[in-house]
Every structure is written in structure tokens, then in C-alpha cells.
């Protein structure tokens, strides 16, 4: 049974999410404690984390930032008041899976909540926890990046990125298919953040690792 952490400090908006949450058998835990919500996330007992930003005592945004800092792979749906675009951006740059406005409909968070449950599982399926190509590493589990064995700091974007391409050695990605992987929502697709973060990793892991396929996209080199 999927147990989901539920960080709202509205009591009325929390008590509708965890009703709605035990009456399609899932097994909802509330709080809006952020010392608790960090090491509830950190406990590997909850499989989902949704997360309201504006808490008693810190921002959500923060909350997540230590989440992620922890290398807590748990799936993570903002759910909050604040619909602009800047913080819909932070959220999902900052880890978010998904990000949903208040008000809501109790379906769509459910729909959201079972799709990264899914999405969740496909991976876990996996058993490759570490991919290699040349001498640079990556560490699924940890979500940490090795060059010739030094520790490489990579936000979580830069390591999806690497972690698609990693997956699909010898291939060109197109822009499109990496921006769909690696950000995953709606994008202006003549934004050259693929090739702004391309360049970021060719300066971290080495600049022969990735080549540009003219007019297609990029390739990693084996
Ligand atoms: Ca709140």
C-alpha cells in the first residue's frame, strides 16, 4: 500500500486530501512541521510527497531544496496557492515532479498522484544502479557524478540530462525528445536551455563526452 506524506498547515484542505487519499486505498500521513516533513521524507517510508509552499515555519520551496540535497529520490507534487509562473519554474527546477494550483479537484491530484507512482515503479524496475561510459560514472541511487573517481556536483537537472543521454549511448537525442525527458511540462520549444545545460555538463564531465549532431541533436560518445 503507497503511503503519502501530506506537508499543509490548512487542517480543512489536509483532512480533504488524506479522506480522499484512504478512500482509493492509499495510507495518508499529515503534517506541516517542517523538521518532521524532511525526516519523514528522508525515512524511505513514503513513496509521495505533496507539498504545500507556504508553511508555518519555512518556504516549501526550501523544504524541498533540503529534500533533494539529502538525495531523496521520492516523487514530490506541489500543491499550492501560488500560481506564478516564476515559482511553478523554482519548483520543478528545484525537484518538484508536478506541480498543481489551489483550488483543485480532488480527481486530478489523484490522476497526477497514480501517474508518478507508475512512472516511479518503471524505474525502480531497473536494476542498473551505476552507468559508465569512458571514465565518468554515474550513481543512480545516490544521484552523485564521478570524473576519473572525483565527486562532480550536479544539480538535478544537469543529472537527468546526463542520465538520459547515459541511458541511450551511441544515439542522437533531439532537442525536443530532451526538453520532454528532462523538464517534462511545457516549454517555449525555441529555448536553447538544452544547449545552455549541455554546456554546463561538457565543463563538468569532459568536453569530448558529448557531440553535437548538427541539425538533429546531440550524441554521447561511448
Ligand atoms: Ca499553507
Known amino acids: 500500500m503507497n503511503q503519502i506524506l501530506i506537508a499543509e498547515d490548512e487542517s480543512l484542505i489536509a483532512s480533504f486530501i488524506a479522506k480522499g487519499l484512504r478512500a482509493n486505498g492509499f495510507l495518508p500521513t499529515i503534517t506541516s512541521d517542517t523538521e518532521e516533513i524532511l525526516n519523514l521524507a528522508i525515512s ?14 519555512k518556504d516549501g520551496l526550501e523544504v524541498l531544496e533540503e529534500i533533494r540535497g539529502q538525495g531523496v529520490n521520492l516523487a514530490v507534487i506541489i500543491l499550492t496557492a501560488r500560481n506564478d509562473i516564476n515559482d511553478k519554474v523554482a519548483g520543478l ?3 518538484a515532479d508536478d506541480y498543481m494550483t489551489k483550488p483543485f479537484r480532488f480527481e486530478e491530484l489523484l490522476a497526477r498522484i497514480k501517474l508518478r507512482l507508475r512512472n516511479n515503479q518503471a524505474t525502480q ?7 559508465t561510459v569512458g571514465n565518468v560514472l554515474l550513481d543512480l ?5 564521478k570524473v576519473k573517481g572525483d565527486l562532480i556536483d550536479l544539480p538535478v537537472r544537469e ?6 543521454l547515459f541511458r541511450h ?3 542522437v537525442m533531439s532537442r525536443e525528445q530532451l526538453l520532454d525527458r528532462v523538464w517534462g511540462y ?6 536553447n536551455i538544452v544547449d545552455v545545460y549541455i554546456g554546463y555538463l561538457r565543463k563538468k564531465l569532459g568536453s569530448e563526452l558529448i557531440e553535437t549532431v548538427r541539425g538533429m541533436g546531440y550524441r554521447l560518445r561511448k
Do not use: H, W
Open 44 to 57: 524511505d517510508n513514503f513513496d509521495l510527497l505533496i507539498l504545500d509552499l507556504e508553511l508555518p515555519s
Open 186 to 191: 511545457d516549454y517555449d520549444p525555441g529555448s
Open 125 to 131: 524496475v531497473q536494476e542498473e544502479t551505476v552507468l
Open 93 to 95: 527546477e528545484g525537484g
Open 169 to 171: 549511448p551511441e544515439q
Open 159 to 164: 543529472f537527468t540530462l546526463a542520465e538520459t
Open 141 to 145: 541511487k545516490t544521484r552523485k557524478a
